[in-house]
């Protein structure tokens, strides 16, 4: 598997441990995509691998709003499906991977706090409390505040990093990046050999540093 094979298997691994306490939620791995239908909207999304596969990704959020639908961003002929089906350019992201063995995690002088209680994690990102309690191989981590935090999920012998937040209050002190560098140290320790994340183009300058590197680009896409 390449490096956007790979960070597909962990993003899709991590949805499925998501959906795990919520009843009305599941994942399809379908022909040729893979989606997220989940009582929360945020979670409603699919990754479109071919063209005759928007049908099928589409059909799996019927009376589903809102959603969105991803493909990489050098797919021409599924974004031209996607395109004819009426579906709208939106945001780009950037998935991303890191070695863990190799990568340079130096040592915190700010404190940071494991295993936090995952419902302040959710609330942090502004969801609710309950999204994120009873997801099997779920961790979190925070700084002493809780001014920031962020989500790990293991996916095999990759961890998915996911709901990155930091308070608005106190943004651009680093606070972020201290904790995702501790989490990452502490996944290396339990025996995790990767990472995986998906990143805004403008946080994509702050995972490199840690050694993270782009596998691929993604553009989402929201229905007619």
Known sequence: MDGFDRYFESLVGSWEALVVPHPSARVVRGDGFAGCRH??????????????????AQRLFDDADPFALWCRGD?????????????????????????????????????????????????????PGDVLVGVPGARGFATSGFEAGLVLIEVGSDVNVSFVATRHDARRHGLAAAVTTA?????????????SLQATPMAEGLYAKLGFAPVARIQEWLPP
Do not use: K, Y
Not at 45 to 54: G, K, R, T, W
Not at 183 to 195: I, N
């Open 183 to 195: 989490a990452l140290r502490d996944a290396l320790q339990l025996g995790s050999t990767t990472a």
């Open 75 to 127: 797919d021409i002929e599924t974004a031209a499906a996607l395109d004819s089906a009426g579906f709208r350019r939106d945001v780009t992201t950037h998935p991303m991977r890191c070695n863990l063995v190799d990568a340079d995690l130096p040592v915190n002088s700010m404190p940071v706090l494991g295993d936090v209680d995952l419902a302040r994690i959710a609330e942090l990102n502004g969801l």
């Open 39 to 56: 009582p929360n909207a945020v979670f409603n999304n699919a990754v479109v691998l071919v063209p005759h596969a928007v049908r099928s």
